[in-house]
């Protein structure tokens, strides 16, 4: 009884805290809110050009992937505006299957992460300069290894766990003073040189400004063409055509998909949607490729990809006209007759 009383006395006085803590914020910074991160085309700042390659060169090596740490995804801009969560993605200890976070396929909002639990890196308070960057995970965490730099020569013993399975902290702005106080030396990069005064000056000037990113440029027309040809190569209406794409989906959905007559520039994942060829995708989200879609025909689109690749991850497959033609003759040209494409269905 008295260890249930202190546990339970405990949970309180934590949430006293951290109630206390988000007041002392939105006095400071102003309540929290989703905010608008689309810049304009004249924006003084590409966060492309200028800042997303600093991200590649000293972030990605451990924020890619699933599995970044505190999911907090930096291989396009829509990972960084999601934020943070310390819910883990794998948990060797759970009994049943944990919520899905796939950046893209499980949330298609930023206010649809903040409901299922990811807390913002870039400041969502009041919008000024000087709170873009108070208010924000993101700077405190560069600014924390800008004041404590790595020790020269051979780092301490048990100042760093890199362990795979360590404990994570994802600190919260409102967690930040006591982070800094306990570990004054994990700002970030983790157990890396801080970033160069160059890269901190562009990181700065864009936090700044807003951390806003453009959207992409349209795909040129040599990319629009072989998408048009290959979604219509997918969506053929017959019960034979329906079975052929539903196998190869379940074999490339996670492909990076490319067209070698057009280029590698871009990339493309291939995704079922609830809507057809021409009309805005409408993400089909299964934890299996082999679930039921929960539709009578899903759509199989070719979604562009704009992450940034990564070895680990990285899966190319091209499409080309040689491989339709094979195709062709090994699932469409054979007399066979289809009378109706099963599903199989999750009841767990």
Same mark, same amino acid.
Not at 1 to 21: K, P, S, Y
Not at 162 to 169: I, K, P
Not at 336 to 342: E, G, M, S, T, W
């Given at each position: 009884?008295?260890n249930r009383f202190l ?5 309180v006085v934590i949430a ?95 206010q649809q992460w903040r ?85 901190? %000056?562009? /990181?700065? *000037? =864009? ?7 453009? !959207?992409?440029?349209? @795909?040129?027309?040599? +990319?629009? %063409?072989? /998408?048009? *040809? =290959? ?7 017959? !019960?034979?055509?329906? @079975?052929?794409?539903? +196998? ?101």
């Amino acid at each position: 009884m008295t260890n249930r009383f202190l546990t339970l006395a405990l949970i309180v006085v934590i949430a006293g805290c951290t109630a206390l803590a988000v007041r002392n914020a939105d006095e400071r910074y102003g309540p929290q809110a989703v905010r608008d991160r689309v810049a304009s085309t004249n924006s003084p700042i590409d966060y492309q050009h200028a800042v997303e390659p600093i991200f590649n060169r000293r972030c990605l090596v451990c924020h890619a992937c699933y599995d970044a740490p505190c999911q907090l995804k930096m291989q396009n801009f829509a990972g960084l505006d999601r934020g943070a969560t310390p819910a883990p993605v794998y948990d060797s200890a759970r009994l049943l299957e944990a919520p899905l976070t796939r950046l893209g396929i499980d949330a298609q909002t930023t206010q649809q992460w903040r409901d299922k639990g990811f807390h913002p890196v870039l400041n969502e308070r009041n919008q000024t300069p000087q709170n873009d960057l108070a208010a924000s995970v993101l700077y405190n965490m560069l600014a924390l290894k800008a004041r404590n730099p790595l020790p020269q020569g051979v780092l301490p013993a048990g100042l760093f766990d890199f362990s795979a399975d360590r404990a994570q902290s994802c600190a919260t702005l409102e967690q930040m003073p006591k982070y800094a106080e306990e570990h004054p030396q994990w700002g970030m990069p983790f157990g890396l040189p801080a970033l160069t005064s160059a890269e901190t %000056r562009s /990181v700065t *000037e =864009w936090l700044s400004a807003g951390a806003k990113a453009r !959207l992409p440029d349209p @795909l040129s027309d040599s +990319y629009q %063409r072989n /998408v048009n *040809e =290959w979604e219509a190569f997918f969506n053929g209406d017959s !019960l034979k055509a329906q @079975l052929m794409s539903r +196998y190869m989906y379940e074999h490339l959905f996670l492909a990076d998909i490319y067209f070698d007559e057009a280029g590698t520039d871009e990339h493309f994942r291939l995704v079922r949607s609830t809507t057809p060829p021409g009309q805005p995708i409408g993400i089909i989200a299964m934890r299996r490729p082999y679930d039921d879609p929960g539709v009578a025909r899903p759509f199989y689109r070719l979604q562009r990809n704009d992450e940034t690749r990564v070895s680990k991850t990285h899966m190319a497959y091209a499409l080309n006209a040689n491989r339709m033609a094979r195709w062709q003759s090994l699932f469409m040209t054979p007399e066979y007759k289809v009378v109706a494409v099963a599903v199989e269905r999750d009841d767990g």
